[in-house]
Structure formats: structure tokens, C-alpha cells
């Protein structure tokens, strides 16, 4: 049973549209339990592509966890990205989703990456505030003992060796590291356009960071659009990679995860 299906990068303002209906159609068919959405979802924080965006998810009818990307921002107003950055995010995404879900052996939160403005050139780049990173672990690792532990955000926390470029993520390794102290089982990322499954190098490493390809953008880097779907077991954790082949999605690959050990009370 799929836990959760994690679609990244819409970009609606540059989506493919054949792919929007046969991505409706995939999750429709795994059902999850919840979606996960890790930024982006919009090619320019323009208010249309963020109603565009809103349809979309509206049309799938499963808890959402939604995080803000770089692009969701309003790229071309520098005093609303200083102002209130992600005013029109939180307008039209805030009303259908969830801050928290748990279920399905599952438990999950978000956290922003994503800055309207920052103190270096590239201000598209990752940033963690730490309190904030901290709070949300601690509060996953609350969860029942035998629940895994997701977080979602935008920007991978340490670059990837998959990478086609660094998120050189500030002070993302820092929360890498909290996030692995405090038993967090799934580090959700987006931004690459390119899937991953890494385990994070800290503590027993079974922190995994999962990286999501771009669902229905055209921008791709060297792989087919695609997400992924997670399948929590009692002794591991598959992420299944499906990839589209023009007009519809297909399983293309598994990752199978080691899961740390934890009692199995108060499930
Ligand atoms: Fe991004």
C-alpha cells in the first residue's frame, strides 16, 4: 500500500499538459495514503500558474503536504520577495493542505528551504532555519515507535552525488545532522529535477535523502519527468520511481531502504 506519493517541481507556467492528466491518472491508481509535494509549483510565482497549480491538486483527493520552492516566489517583484515572499503560496496553497499527516505507518511534516531573498548572489539556493528544523524533528520523533518519519522540503540538505549541480544548501548540513540525531527516516527533496536515494551521512546512516525528479515540467536534466511513491514495511522502506514515457507513467525502478529498528509499541 503506498504510503505517500511524492510529486515535485510542477512548474505550472511551463508544464506539460499531456503529462498533468496522466500524472491525475497514476496517483489515482496507487492511492495513497497522503502526497507530498517538495516545491516548485510554479515556474514563476505568477498568480495564474499558482491557480493552475491549486486545480491541479485539488483534483486529487488525499491529504497534501505542500513545501514552497525557489519558485514560488514572484520572480519578477524584488519588493515582494523582500516583503512577504510567499504571500501568493500560502493564498492558494494553504487552504488544501496539511501541515502534519500520520497514518499508514507514516508520519510527516514539512520545512521551508525556499528564501524570497538572501545575502548571496544565487538567492534561488537553499536555506535552513535551524529552530525550525530542530522543532519538526522533535515532533517526528514523537511519532509511535514503529511509525517512519518523513520530512519534505525543496532543496536537498547536502548535495547529492547525483547531483547535476550543488543546492549548496546553508546551514543544510547542520540540519542534516539534527535530522539524523533526532531518528528521521526520509529527507523528501525536490529542486535537482533528478531522482536520488542517498543515505545521509550521519549517525547509523539509515537518514535517507530522497531525491524526486520534475513530475511535469520540461525542463529535465538527463532523466524522463517522474516521482516517486513510498511504501513503508515493517523492516524496510521501498521508494518506487515511476517515469513518464510520453503520455503516461510506468514503474521504472525500486529503491529498497534499510530501516532503523525501533519497538513496536504504541503503534
Ligand atoms: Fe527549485
Redesign the pocket.
Known amino acids: 500500500m503506498t504510503a505517500l506519493v511524492q510529486i515535485s517541481?510542477l512548474h505550472f507556467g511551463a508544464e506539460d499538459p499531456v503529462l498533468v492528466d496522466a500524472l491525475e491518472e497514476k496517483i489515482g491508481e496507487l492511492a495513497p495514503h497522503a502526497i507530498a509535494v517538495s516545491?516548485?509549483l510554479t515556474q514563476k510565482g505568477r498568480r495564474g500558474e499558482f491557480e493552475a497549480a491549486s486545480a491541479f491538486l485539488s483534483r486529487l483527493p488525499y491529504p497534501k503536504l505542500i513545501a514552497a520552492?525557489?519558485?514560488d516566489t514572484p520572480l519578477f517583484n524584488i519588493f515582494a520577495r523582500i516583503a512577504d515572499p510567499f504571500a501568493r503560496h500560502h493564498k492558494r496553497m494553504a487552504p488544501g493542505a496539511v501541515a502534519r499527516f500520520c497514518g499508514e505507518r507514516l508520519v510527516a511534516r514539512t520545512l521551508n528551504t525556499a528564501r524570497g531573498v538572501q545575502l548571496r548572489p544565487d538567492w534561488?539556493l537553499g536555506a535552513v532555519n535551524l529552530d525550525h528544523a530542530e522543532a519538526v524533528a522533535a515532533d517526528l520523533a514523537a511519532a509511535p515507535g514503529n511509525f517512519a518519519r518523513a520530512l519534505i522540503c525543496?532543496?536537498p540538505l547536502v548535495n547529492p552525488a547525483a547531483a547535476p549541480f550543488a543546492p549548496r544548501t546553508r546551514r543544510g548540513e547542520a540540519a542534516a545532522q539534527l535530522l539524523a540525531d533526532q531518528g528521521v527516516d526520509l529527507v523528501l527533496t525536490?529542486?535537482l529535477h533528478v531522482e536520488f536515494a542517498e543515505p545521509l551521512p550521519y549517525g547509523d546512516r539509515l537518514t535517507w535523502a530522497i531525491g524526486s525528479g520534475t513530475a511535469l515540467s520540461r525542463r529535465l536534466r538527463g532523466t524522463p519527468a517522474g516521482f516517486n511513491a513510498v511504501i513503508v514495511e515493517p523492516d524496510r522502506i521501498r521508494v518506487q520511481i515511476f517515469h513518464s514515457g510520453g503520455s503516461r507513467f510506468d514503474l521504472a525502478d525500486e529503491h529498497v531502504l534499510e530501516r532503523r529498528r525501533r519497538e513496536q509499541s504504541g503503534a
Do not use: E, K, L
Open positions: 517541481d516545491g516548485d520552492g525557489n519558485h534561488s525543496h532543496h525536490g529542486h
